[in-house]
T-cell receptor
């Protein structure tokens, strides 16, 4: 069965800290992996997409890495800000279908 | 990118009734999907909406409960039929374009509460 797991389930950090969110998946034959952000009561915002042939993607203070052989991805957030507080979702595509992890609830304290 | 709108944004419905949710995209897209997010849970794919043919449903979801239409490349509807409180969820539409490396864009969601 194709499953996605995210650790930790919740994280609280002081402003300015660098942090890492983890995502693991079964079945390394993925098509791509996406990281999303979800704010309370709102839809999803796509942060980064990594193709199966890629090792990492960067956007501003965000960096996502992919290690297919070990079935892992990490989302690195540099110099965290209170505005980064949200739920971060990892989603893996095996073909067209996206399978989501349960998410990491991030709170950045000012 | 794609600009996606959903109607209604939220609704409160009585059990036994049905609600149709609309998803409109600002440009033609290849793929359209419907997801459900139950309270405190992550997203689960309900079905892929196929233009001009029957939707493809995931395990645990059936057409009688969640009929889907997709009359063209920019519009789709999801109906939640014969609702019960267990159907209270956020329903999200997403789209992807061919050749976009599989990147999916999501609508704002419809928050449904069944009483």
């Amino acid at each position: 069965k194709q499953e996605v797991t995210q650790i930790p389930a919740a994280l609280s950090v002081p402003e300015g800290e660098n942090l890492v969110l983890n995502c693991s998946f079964t079945d390394s034959a993925i098509y791509n992996l996406q990281w999303f952000r979800q704010d309370p009561g709102k839809g999803l915002t796509s942060l980064l997409l990594i193709q199966s042939s890629q090792r990492e993607q960067t956007s501003g203070r965000l960096n996502a890495s992919l290690d297919k052989s070990s079935g892992r991805s990490t989302l690195y957030i540099a110099a965290s800000q209170p505005g980064d507080s949200a739920t971060y979702l990892c989603a893996v595509s095996w073909g067209n279908k996206l399978v989501f992890g349960a998410g990491t609830i991030l709170r950045v304290k000012s | 990118s794609a600009v996606i709108s959903q109607k209604p944004s939220r609704d409160i419905c009585q059990r036994g009734t049905s609600l149709t949710i609309q998803c409109q995209v600002d440009s033609q897209v290849t793929m359209m999907f419907w997801y459900r997010q139950q309270p405190g849970q992550s997203l689960t794919l309900i079905a892929t909406a196929n233009q001009g043919s029957e939707a493809t449903y995931e395990s645990g979801f059936v057409i009688d409960k969640f009929p889907i239409s997709r009359p063209n490349l920019t519009f789709s509807t999801l109906t939640v039929s014969n609702m019960s409180p267990e159907d209270s969820s956020i329903y999200l539409c997403s789209v992807a374009r061919q050749g976009s490396s599989g990147k999916q864009y999501f609508g704002p969601g419809t928050r449904l509460t069944v009483t």
